[in-house]
């Protein structure tokens, strides 16, 4: 049996999934625990990786590794390899109004022209024009910037600081993805290339693109160091004859690796015309599409996906904590409130919930509340409540889907995951919302799965299909009154 390696490196944790190549069937698995914060020291993210993979039994037999990070993330290096400042995450704000500078200075439409993305204070390009400004002395010592999943790769495969790795600071062995590099605001996922026009105007430095090989003496002086991008299929090995973590084998290949998202669209196998939408704390839909995209609104962010296509992308903020909400206050735990929705008819009596409890972000309305409209004597029941709250959720995800099919995206099937996708409510109102075909896969670990894939697919060089396990299916059902009315408010 020939063995790969996933790793899902995110927010909170590190979770690594030991898995068959030629199956997909999970060997063995394991995890570890992440600091909180919106900036974490990276070596955090290392210890983390150690730890999970002693975990799910180390690295001895198995031939390939990619791993599946956090997007966005600014890992800054010198000179030397080391990190200069704690990494500043996607959730980090402080750089909110580099972003509109950058716009200001550039303009929302040819940023989306160039990138496929509009600056937003999540992406890497923003954080390092934060840098430029509030740490110039930090910044004038960057001489590599790396995101989360990149730096990780760097370390599996022996570089890093000298004294703490086997080979030490060749920065020039630095490796990416397309799905990740798209995220930064500096990288065209249509073109394949890095805009170092744009990395200049962020961090006031130039940059150049990793080239393995190049001497200490030419790198020094020649900019700052970006990633090299791999392609979907293309791979790197552990090149140190010790290797960095124990269990790892010499030789081992090391895939591209990709952004979470990415990843996760790997490991549900979503292909052209499927649409994942998941709802964890946040919400997010994403489709996979055979062409670019470019949203000058920036409610679309145009990223590449990990298999060559492409994956536009909506975030809302509200999602599963709308549900939290509302079952606090019918005093019910989640199957209650999901009974309660189902025992109303869709449109909920005509009550609306619209759930910006903590603003949003997808319309860009930070200081918005939420609202209920259409109580009135008959309306206000516990059934129409707990259904206009399952609604209206949906509903804002729904709005995200319109503005990727609204720019040529094709969407035939909705694959829903996260936390709230278990809702016996959800998965049923999601049909008659979205108007398509829904299908529930089993809870699963799907980024550290599609890292997975691409371990294989770097291994044997066809992409592997592996079968998901389904937890519920369900047909759509169109109910358009639900769509009409949230618009309807939504308007007013």
């Keep these: 049996m020939t063995l790969v390696a996933g790793v899902d490196s995110s927010t909170q944790s590190c979770k690594v999934l030991i898995v068959d190549a030629d199956t997909g069937r999970v060997v063995r698995e394991g995890r570890a625990s992440h600091p909180d914060g919106t900036e974490v020291d990276p070596a955090a993210w290392w210890s983390a990786l150690a730890e999970a993979i002693d975990a799910a039994g180390g690295l001895a037999d198995v031939d390939a590794i990619a791993i599946g990070g956090q997007q966005h993330g600014m890992v800054a290096l010198d000179a030397e390899g080391r990190v200069i400042r704690d990494a500043l995450l996607w959730n980090d704000t402080r750089s909110a109004p580099a972003a509109a500078a950058l716009i200001a200075e550039v303009g929302a439409a040819e940023y989306a022209r160039r990138t496929g993305v509009v600056p937003v204070a999540s992406f890497t390009a923003t954080k390092l024009r934060w840098l430029r400004d509030a740490e110039p002395e930090n910044a004038a010592r960057v001489a590599a910037v790396a995101l989360p999943h990149d730096w990780l790769t760097w370390r599996l495969r022996g570089y890093g600081p000298a ?92 895939g591209a690796g990709a952004g979470d998202n990415a990843a996760a669209a790997l490991g549900l196998d979503a292909r052209e015309g499927d649409v994942v939408v998941s709802i964890g704390t946040s919400g997010t839909v994403f489709a996979v599409s055979p062409e670019p995209v470019a949203d000058s609104s920036g409610a679309v962010a145009g990223f590449a996906d990990a298999s060559g296509s492409f994956l536009p992308l909506v975030a809302t903020l509200n999602a599963a904590r709308v549900l939290d909400a509302v079952a606090r206050l019918l005093g019910v735990d989640h199957d209650e409130l999901a009974e309660l929705a189902l025992a109303a008819a869709p449109g909920a009596g005509g009550v609306v919930l619209q759930p910006y409890f903590e603003g949003e972000r997808t319309p860009n309305l930070p200081d918005a509340t939420a609202s209920l409209f259409g109580l009135t004597l008959a309306s206000t029941t516990r059934e129409n409540l707990a259904r206009a709250a399952v609604e209206g959720m949906l509903c804002g995800l729904a709005d995200g889907l319109d503005a990727v099919t609204r720019l040529g995206v094709p969407a035939t099937s909705i694959r829903l995951v996260g936390g709230a996708a278990r809702s016996r409510a959800v998965g049923a109102v999601a049909a008659q919302v979205f108007g398509l075909p829904v299908v529930i896969p089993e809870p699963g670990e799907y980024v550290a799965r599609g890292a997975a894939v691409q371990a294989a697919w770097a291994l044997s060089g066809t992409r592997p299909e592996w079968p998901i396990d389904t937890w519920a299916e369900l047909a759509a059902d169109l109910q358009p009154v639900i769509r009409a009315q949230y618009a309807a408010h939504a308007a007013g």
């Design 163 to 254: 004294g703490e790795s086997p080979l030490g600071p060749v920065l020039d062995e630095l490796v990416t993805d397309r799905s990740d590099a798209s995220g930064t605001a500096y990288f065209s996922g249509a073109t394949g290339e890095y805009d170092l026009d744009l990395f200049e105007r962020a961090l006031g430095r130039p940059a150049r693109v990793a080239q393995p090989g190049r001497d200490a003496d030419s790198v020094r002086f020649s900019g700052v160091a970006l990633p090299r991008v791999l392609g979907p299929a293309e791979s790197v090995v552990v090149d140190a004859s010790t290797p960095a973590l124990r269990t790892l084998r010499p030789g081992t290949l090391v």
